[in-house]
T-cell receptor, first 113, second 114 residues
Framework: AQSVTQPDIHITVSEGASLELRCNYS??????LFWYVQSPGQGLQLLLK????DTLVQGIKGFEAEFKRSQSSFNLRKPSVHWSDAAEYFC???????????WGAGTKLIIKP | GAGVSQTPSNKVTEKGKYVELRCDPI?????LYWYRQSLGQGPEFLIY????????DSGLPNDRFFAVRPEGSVSTLKIQRTERGDSAVYLC????????????FGPGTRLTVL
């Protein structure tokens, strides 16, 4: 069965510092992978997605993620975080049987001034 | 243009009552998804519509949960005989077609069962 693990429940980063959020997945074939962000009172917003091709994908708001098949990982990175990046981040894998998304538990990003 | 909207934004009900949660997808989106998000968890798939029909309802937890989309646009999630464990945020998403193109999410309905 497909599953997604986000090992870090919370991460605290200083404003201006770099960020990496971890995501590991379990899936038998080439996965469809997503990162979404959820801000308080807002709907989930897609940051980026990987379907195939170049394993380094660029997203909105300066985020990028790298697909590493050998490690079953799809980690999200940003070179310099801003206070407005404080939110909860979710990694998800797509189930091609019905197009549902299977989600990790999320990582809450806290930004220190 | 308008995004996905959900009403009400908050719903407080008593155990045993019936509730309806509404989702207005983006106009022209044929695929519609319902998810449930409990505190501290990622969303959990409930049901997926393609047009008017429920293409996959395997995520509905039991027969107290039911969803409809009679005209292929607005969808209503119905919960009978609510239980305290039903308390969660119910999320709706739509996409242009059933695929892994972007699913656009609404802000959710927070359901609290007392």
């Amino acid at each position: 069965a497909q599953s997604v693990t986000q090992p870090d429940i919370h991460i605290t980063v200083s404003e201006g510092a770099s960020l990496e959020l971890r995501c590991n997945y379990s899936y038998g074939a080439t996965p469809y992978l997503f990162w979404y962000v959820q801000s308080p009172g807002q709907g989930l917003q897609l940051l980026l997605k990987y379907f195939s091709g170049d394993t380094l994908v660029q997203g909105i708001k300066g985020f990028e993620a790298e697909f590493k098949r050998s490690q079953s990982s799809f980690n999200l990175r940003k070179p310099s975080v801003h206070w407005s990046d404080a939110a909860e981040y979710f990694c998800a894998v797509g189930a091609d049987s019905n197009y549902q998304l299977i989600w990790g538990a999320g990582t809450k990003l806290i930004i220190k001034p | 243009g308008a995004g996905v909207s959900q009403t009400p934004s908050n719903k407080v009900t008593e155990k045993g009552k019936y509730v309806e949660l509404r989702c207005d997808p983006i106009s022209g989106h044929t695929a519609l998804y319902w998810y449930r998000q409990s505190l501290g968890q990622g969303p959990e798939f409930l049901i997926y519509f393609q047009g008017t029909g429920a293409a996959d309802d395997s995520g509905l937890p039991n027969d107290r949960f039911f969803a409809v989309r009679p005209e292929g646009s607005v969808s209503t999630l119905k919960i009978q005989r609510t239980e305290r464990g039903d308390s969660a945020v119910y999320l709706c998403a739509s996409s242009l077609n059933p695929s892994f193109q972007e699913q656009f999410f609404g802000p959710g309905t927070r359901l609290t069962v007392l």
